[in-house]
């Protein structure tokens, strides 16, 4: 039995037209961290889900015994439920969902567009992944949360106070083989990479650019640090999103 969804980590879900946009949170967070970018793209009248991710937006309890599949398979029946109902779908992530958007890409390349903000594509250095093991080992399940990394003052992530270990060594697992698979990566992308992020390094979004085999606009932002969809720049991450999401959008016919 999981704990009730905490205040504003509900998930989104609104019916527009013939375009989708599926919306994913990152790692300890929720759809709060989205909501922004999410009703924007609403607003322009596109077909939105932003799913709260399994183990997620209650408490940290539910989420140690979560593993990445958990939140691939919630990512990817989001995707085909969205696609059902539209003719074109762009893909929107923070963070660990900036992961999942691009393992979508990787295995559905008629996705037709990708928004990233501070992905993480590319699993930590082999002392952070060391140190997590030999956390674990000694016996510890939790460690110190990573949430709330925004340079804006007074601005506040709804994430967990703690970060389970077991499930961070799964997602670093998971995104090693994301990383793998980036030349499988044709969807336009959008990506927005903080210079200052003290969550995920932005050695991750060099490596993205590098190795899709699709086009990349990068817009880097100077103001913001890791959730900057809840930053400095969160109004010129919301415009661009949606330009750049209706322009390729409607140039499928959709």
Known sequence: MTAPILPGAEPYSTTGDARGALVLH???????SMRGLALALADAGLTVEMPLLPGHGTAVADMVPTRWTDWT?????????????CDAVAVVGLSMGGSLSVWLA???PEIAALVLVNPLVSPPDADTVALIDAMIEGGDELAP???????????????????????????????????????QVTSPILLF???????????SSEMLVEKVKGPVERIVLDRSYHVATLDHDKDEIEVRSVEFVTGLLASTGA
């Open 26 to 32: 990152g790692f300890t967070g929720n759809p709060q």
């Open 73 to 85: 398979d919630a990512a990817e029946a989001a995707l085909n439920e969205l696609a059902a109902r």
């Open 193 to 203: 990479t903080s210079t200052q992020d003290h969550v995920v390094d932005p050695i």
């Open 145 to 183: 949360g990573v949430g709330s990394d925004i340079a804006l003052e007074g601005a506040v992530e709804s994430a967990y106070a703690e970060l389970p270990l077991r499930a961070a060594q799964s997602l670093f697992a998971g995104v090693a083989d994301v990383e793998r698979d980036l030349g």
């Open 106 to 108: 990787e295995h559905h």
